[in-house]
């Protein structure tokens, strides 16, 4: 069955930077675009940006440009989210999740299970 | 850009109630070329991430059951539960896909 499974929880003091991994199985991966999704503590949804799992091309959104980077490893099947220079306000939980019926639409019916990032000195 | 606007911010209904939550698109999200509405809802509970019961503003995913449906079409859009049963207490939120994907800022729902 179709699995994203996300690596664990992080630490991080302000300055540092984080790699979150998203490891899929179940379908072919590079055949839907994967995006990234970001759940403040106690706040909504914001969608971060997305990666062509093909091409590799990323694109991100406008609010998220600059301190993110996606990447993948299509060899294990996985996309990676990095942020760098962590702020107080990046702490959060962020997910993967991917439409995998189309990579015309972005809406998403299948999501890992969320990795939760906090910043703190 | 276009904002999401859900609407009310929580709502608490008896079980076995309706539940009703809007959402408000600032720009229409219907593309004539295809004759849809790019509108998904979601239901998320506590420590889960999202789970997807509506796309395209009325087409309900396998699986989730027929208390759940939704209508509206251009900017205006609404998602009822018919008797709300305890699993469904969450949050709810829309999400257009017309542009980049948008989400509105969620409704809470609880049991009276």
């Known amino acids: 069955q179709v699995q994203l499974v996300q690596s664990g929880s992080e630490l991080k003091k302000p300055g540092a930077s984080v790699k979150i991994s998203c490891k899929t199985s179940?379908?072919?991966?590079?055949?839907?675009?994967m995006s990234w999704v970001r759940q403040a503590p106690g706040q909504g949804l914001e969608w971060m940006g997305w990666i062509n799992t093909d091409t590799g091309n990323p694109t991100y959104a406008q609010g998220f440009r600059g301190r993110l980077v996606f990447t993948l490893d299509a060899s294990v099947n996985t996309a990676y989210l990095q942020i760098s220079s962590l702020k107080a306000d990046d702490s959060a939980v962020y997910y993967c999740?991917?439409?995998?019926?189309?990579?015309?639409?972005?809406?998403?019916?299948?999501w890992g299970q969320g990795t939760l990032v906090t910043v703190s000195s | 850009d276009i904002v999401m606007t859900q609407s009310p911010d929580s709502l608490a209904v008896s079980l076995g109630e309706r539940a009703t939550i809007n959402c408000k698109s600032s720009?229409?999200?219907?593309?004539?070329?295809?004759?849809?509405?790019?509108l998904a809802w979601y239901q998320q509970k506590p420590g889960q991430p999202p789970k997807l019961l509506i796309s395209?503003?009325?087409t309900r995913e396998s699986g989730v059951p027929d208390r759940f449906s939704a209508s509206g079409s251009g900017t205006d859009f609404t998602l009822t539960i018919s008797s709300l049963q305890a699993e469904d207490v969450a949050v709810y939120y829309c999400?257009?896909?017309?542009?980049?994907?948008?989400f509105g800022g969620g409704t809470k729902v609880e049991i009276k």
């Open positions: 720009q229409s999200v219907f593309h004539s070329s295809n004759n849809k509405n790019y």
């Open positions: 999400q257009q896909y017309y542009t980049f994907p948008l």
């Open positions: 999740a991917s439409l995998l019926r189309s990579s015309n639409y972005y809406y998403f019916d299948y």
């Open positions: 179940g379908y072919t991966f590079t055949s839907y675009a």
């Open positions: 395209w503003a009325s």
